[in-house]
């Protein structure tokens, strides 16, 4: 027993010495996530208010990074209808890639919801049992709900054949784990007798089903069906705020829309940005038709910010002209909440990348490229504060102790646990990203394997 | 048989069939309350003394966690998850001599929108009127604050769910012809508590008994609400949430927003079919090329 543990310290202690730099990357994750796990069982021994305090502002910081993620994994989930749904042999080599990280993204981004829910535990037999049709939530994460389980199986898809090849190489318990993910046949271990007493093999081998999963087809209409709940979902998610009448800052059929938009630009630049880094972190040079693909992306990534950018213009100058959307555009423009604004939303998430996107794209500068979409995702994370919390602050009521005194806004800041929280949930997903990135079939394919 | 009268055709029946389906599927209320049976409650600016009784007889009866200087002060206090009824000194913006003790509770909209928009059916809207939050069900999403009109609903952070005024359904459950808590415990009949119509017709009375400018809440704000509040000035001029005079929150308007997303996304799902003709061309050209 003994030696086997040396063995096996000596082992890890290898690991860590031939990469130290991904060790270290895996215990500052594994130490926020702790922070997060601390703030949590925090909440719930003493108060959730510890997490969220405000009663005038009571969707902040986590709903605000719960919509970043979520759009930013819908975003992708219509970019992977590109290479699947519209058969884009270019964009096909990243499906894998592209499908996991919209999995891992709406998969973390339904974790903040979930925490920032005071009951979450009765959202899914009260959402089941009596949902109720005319809300925009119950449908969201429904809908939502229904696209987790279809981009697993469409990533089950396409690992699948990776899978296969992985099992008939590898022996053991390693053989038999491969072998079931695959499906494939199991006689010579002992699992096959335990599916068999299970009556669990004669349907997971029955030949019909097998028909079913060889047909070459199959992946695309999986892959159709991903990005019709997908945009259905996130057009639902732009619905739960543009049909809160009351806020004069959401309401309207204009943020269905702009969800759809600022879905597909943070999608881009989230896809470009995890990719230029995977190939650094791992010391790789790009194949030549990647980056290629990554310089169209990053010119359609331009294009996507300026019609962005059209589409705020359009909602701010048409705002100053409606008597009832002139008081949330002026507080938005010249309020409290302004310089971030003018500094993030529009210039960091909008001019500054857009020029330096085809700029770098005609000079064939990946680094340009990767400051590019990290200065989308930075200026999109500030964009969907301001939304979310700037959109509670403007008053409904405008209270003032005297007449010629100030109006009193709402404050709210995030307090530490909730960065705690925030910062954790969001490790976990680079976690899972760069477990996923070491231990699955992520790596892009030419177009003749793909 | 009368041969005039008129016959029932195929046609007649599958149009009210789809009429009817389309009605329930745009979410008309589950329950259909007669107007006339519908209680509501009436709070008088005027009449009220500010003693502060209704306050701390809703936090006895409905067991919430007192907090004594609310009780004493005239400071402004705000609604939350624990003081479900607050009555707070105001003054019209235009006529500042003038102070009035305001009694503000949830106002029980005829179609509230709490309700439209609450994930799991937790909100309720009783046939006699009350809008009920059920905690047992409530998943605390904080959606009804952002949905209501008047910003009433409140989270408490203990419980984890919303909470607010329920008209003391339980206490009744309004069919003894008891009072809520807080409409027994007034000295002064600045709240009353009857049927709506009865009601309308008293605030109706009371202000033309007065001499003072005044103004009916209640009457077509959100629609129609079972609160009706009797204010020396318009709202606005209060300090008070201002509703709009429709219902909120309308089911059709819901489906107006929402199909705006589903036409941006065809138009999005056209431009990605045209953007992969590129590739198809590109790939026709280099099959081209290399023949």
Redesign the interface.
Known sequence: MKAKIDKGLRASLEAIEHSPRFYVWLSVLAAFILLAGYALVASLVL???ILE?S??I??ATMVSAYTWLVVVGSGLC?IN??GGV?????YEMMSKRIVFLSLTTIMFGLMFIML?????E??AI??AI?????????WM?SLYNIYLVVVVVEFWLLIRSNLTEQAEQAEGWKRTILGLLALQDLSDSRLDGILEKLHLKRFLYHPRLHRILDDPRLPRVVASVAFITG??A???L???F??????ALWY???Y??Y???SA?FTGYAALLAATIITYRARGEEMPPELKTLMFEMAQ?LALLLAVGFVLTSYRLVTGLFDPLRQGPTLFILKGPLSPSFWIFEVGLMSVVPGLLLVISARKKSVGGVLAGSLMVLVGAFVMRYLFVVGG?IYP??????S?DLPIILPSYLPTIMEVFLIVGIFSGFLLAYTLGEKFLPLKEEGPEHA | MNKTAKKISRRSVLKLLAGGSISAALGAPTIVFAQSRRYAKLADTFRCIGCKRCMSACQRWNGLEMDRYELITDRNTDLTANSWVVVNLRADSDNRTQRHYQHWACQHCERPACAGVCPVTAITKLPQGPVVINENKCIGCRYCYQACPFKIPRFDFEKRVTRKCHLCYNRTPLLNYMKPACVAACPVGALAFDYRHEIVKEAQRRVRRLKNPSYIMGLSEAGGTDMITILPAKPKNMGLVVAPKKVVNHTLDKIRISASGFAAASVIAGAMYQYSNTDQHRDKEKHEGED
């Open positions: 108060s959730m208010e305090f009663l005038q009571p969707w219509i209808a590109l519209f058969g884009m042999h270019r920032h829910l005071g009951r979450p009765r959202v009260y959402n009596s949902p109720n049709f005319r809300s925009a939530i119950s994460g945009v259905a996130l057009t639902m732009g619905s739960v543009a049909h809160a009448e009351s806020r309207g059929p204009y269905p829309v969800f759809l938009v597909l359609v509670q409904n009521v405008f209270p003032r102790l007449a």
